[in-house]
């Protein structure tokens, strides 16, 4: 059974846009844990009625911690954390898995906007995404609102995702993309828990996976898996006010924990699928 850990701080339009496209699209046995972070809008509520096992907290929580609590309650031995501001493809959760078996990786993402197979083909969806967003500056971000966005950036989304899956089947690229990303849960032996003090997650752990590669050679670097699509409304739900983190105080920056040849490590935009 695949865990889908997801974290919530209000968002109740986006939150169930979500959960309908994540039921509509996943094909394993699956379960959601959410960890509600002090919504004020009804959101645990809703997804603990539409099939969600909520995790309350008191306090908005940070992105590492909500992580963890979502792990001490997951029942899979595949774990996937995944944005709420996210559309998964049809058949997401079997191309993902598909590919991590084929090439033995204990830790990868899907791909979507901000990272697919080559820089400029990633660039050209970004230009497109961005011509779309002004649409949430005007109109805001109801349900049908973002639901229209997406249809606008992709008028046929399952021909799109289906045309990926055909022609990229089992590709994977060295590096991530941070809105959903999966983990053998015996990957927790050899990496830990995530690093509750670095909000900048996603990068942290490519770090320490390829550090582990380096020190003990037992795991492949993360790469991301390019039949795997999913699509990342990028912070365009979160424009207006949020609750500070309650943690906030713990919270240190990448340069703080990683040296200079360290943060080399992590990929760039440039690095194409050979």
Known sequence: MISV?????????????????????????YELIIIDNASRDGSGSWLERAGARVIRNQDNLSYPRSQNQGIA???????????????PSPGWDQALLASMREHDLDVATSCGIERIETAAATRALRRRWQRITWMARVFGTSRSQLALMHRLMY???????????RRFKGQVLNGFVGNTV???????????????????AD????????????????????????????????????????????????????ER?????????????????P
């Not at 031995?77 to 559309?87: E, G, K, P, Q, S």
């Not at 999966?182 to 909000?199: F, N, T, V």
């Not at 993360?222 to 713990?250: E, M, N, S, W």
């Open 155 to 165: 008028p046929d989304w399952k021909a799109f995702c289906a045309d990926r899956q």
């Open 5 to 29: 850990i997801t974290a919530v701080h209000n968002q109740l339009p986006m939150n169930q846009l979500f959960m309908q496209q994540l039921k509509a699209a996943t094909r394993q046995p």
């Open 182 to 200: 999966a983990m053998r849960r015996a990957a927790l032996d050899k990496i830990g828990l995530w690093d509750e003090r670095i909000q900048a």
């Open 73 to 87: 309650r997951a029942r899979g031995d595949w774990l996937v954390f995944m944005n709420n501001d996210v559309i």
């Open 257 to 273: 924990k990683w040296a200079a040849a360290d943060l080399a490590l992590l990929p760039t935009l440039e690095e194409e699928l």
């Open 203 to 254: 990068f942290d752990l490519y770090l320490r996976v390829a550090k582990r590669r380096l020190s003990h050679g037992d795991i492949r670097d993360v790469h991301i898996v390019l039949d795997c699509f999913v699509h990342h409304y990028i912070r365009l739900t979160l424009r207006g006010k949020r609750t500070p983190f309650a943690d906030a105080g713990q919270l240190i920056p990448l």
